[in-house]
């Protein structure tokens, strides 16, 4: 038990040691927001607001780019922020934001979904988190999938996939195969967290159950992007597998 355990601590210390290697660069939106690129079209948007009763929480979101579109993952958590991001994004990166994806209905996912639907931005979702909103009476995605759904942003491809409960009973993951970039959002834990945190709206019978689909699915991913924190490499999904177990 101890050598599994050593082994396991060494392979996330090896982990977090080869990720250190990467130099991120980082740009300020306003006091509020900063983005993170990871690659070349792929960006990490971290947004900071009061969410009660946890405070002033970090949350993040993606955003990936090719030949003059977006698709954006996740908004901050108010309409004002996500049009300071929008802007942002319309202004710096130069691209048109054609598709928006939620990972879940929570505030720090798609708080911003209605400012959104005033620019007429098409956006997909779980058919469990479009029928989430309408029982919560919250702004409804506009299209709904079951299993998987593929976007074509550009020329290239991003994949959304429902693999069961975890955080929440809808929450997804999108794969974002040109850039091996996974965003897993509050599904996934930093290497920072001791607990799984909120999962007042979720399953912990199933968590283990979905982390492990997850991490098997995607083995090769460079990138692991949780809903809150510091992103890294597949050791998230280590990690949180331990955390749920």
Same mark, same amino acid.
């Given at each position: 038990m101890k050598v599994l355990l050593l082994?396991s601590v060494?392979?996330l210390?090896?982990?977090k040691?080869?990720?250190?290697q990467?130099?991120?660069?980082?740009?300020?939106?306003?006091?509020?927001?900063y983005v993170?690129?990871?690659?070349?079209?792929c960006?990490v948007?971290?947004?900071y607001?009061?969410i009660?009763?946890?405070?002033?929480v970090?949350s993040?979101? +993606?955003i %990936?780019t090719d030949?003059?579109?977006?698709a @954006?993952?996740d908004t901050?958590?108010t309409?004002?922020?996500?049009? !300071?991001?929008m802007?942002w994004?319309?202004?710096t990166?130069?691209?048109?934001v054609?598709a928006f994806?939620?990972?879940?209905w929570h505030v720090?996912?798609?708080?911003?979904?209605?400012?959104?639907n005033?620019?007429g931005?098409?956006?997909y979702?779980?058919e469990?988190?479009?029928?989430?909103?309408k029982?919560k009476n919250?702004?409804?995605?506009l299209?709904?999938?079951t299993?998987?759904?593929?976007l074509?942003?550009?020329n290239?491809?991003?994949i959304?996939s429902y693999?069961?409960?975890a955080h929440?009973l809808d929450?997804i993951?999108?794969?974002?195969p040109?850039?091996s +970039?996974l %965003?897993a959002?509050?599904m996934a834990?930093? @290497?920072?967290?001791?607990?799984?945190?909120?999962?007042?709206?979720? !399953?912990l019978k199933?968590?283990?159950?979905?982390i492990?689909?997850?991490?098997?699915k995607y083995p090769?991913?460079?990138?692991?992007?949780p809903g809150?924190?510091?992103?890294g490499?597949?050791?998230?999904?280590?990690?949180t597998?331990d955390?749920?177990?």
């Amino acid at each position: 038990m101890k050598v599994l355990l050593l082994i396991s601590v060494f392979c996330l210390c090896l982990a977090k040691s080869s990720f250190a290697q990467y130099q991120f660069h980082k740009f300020k939106v306003n006091d509020d927001i900063y983005v993170v690129q990871v690659s070349d079209n792929c960006y990490v948007h971290q947004s900071y607001s009061l969410i009660p009763p946890w405070g002033r929480v970090e949350s993040n979101g +993606v955003i %990936f780019t090719d030949n003059g579109e977006a698709a @954006l993952l996740d908004t901050p958590v108010t309409d004002s922020l996500t049009m !300071d991001l929008m802007n942002w994004i319309k202004d710096t990166l130069k691209v048109k934001v054609v598709a928006f994806v939620p990972n879940h209905w929570h505030v720090d996912c798609m708080g911003g979904l209605a400012y959104l639907n005033s620019l007429g931005i098409e956006s997909y979702a779980n058919e469990r988190t479009r029928q989430i909103a309408k029982e919560k009476n919250l702004p409804v995605p506009l299209h709904g999938f079951t299993d998987s759904l593929t976007l074509t942003i550009g020329n290239k491809k991003i994949i959304c996939s429902y693999l069961g409960a975890a955080h929440t009973l809808d929450n997804i993951v999108v794969w974002i195969p040109s850039e091996s +970039v996974l %965003f897993a959002g509050c599904m996934a834990k930093e @290497l920072k967290s001791k607990t799984l945190g909120n999962t007042v709206d979720g !399953d912990l019978k199933e968590y283990p159950v979905t982390i492990k689909k997850v991490w098997d699915k995607y083995p090769n991913a460079k990138f692991v992007i949780p809903g809150h924190g510091e992103f890294g490499g597949i050791e998230l999904l280590q990690h949180t597998y331990d955390l749920s177990k």
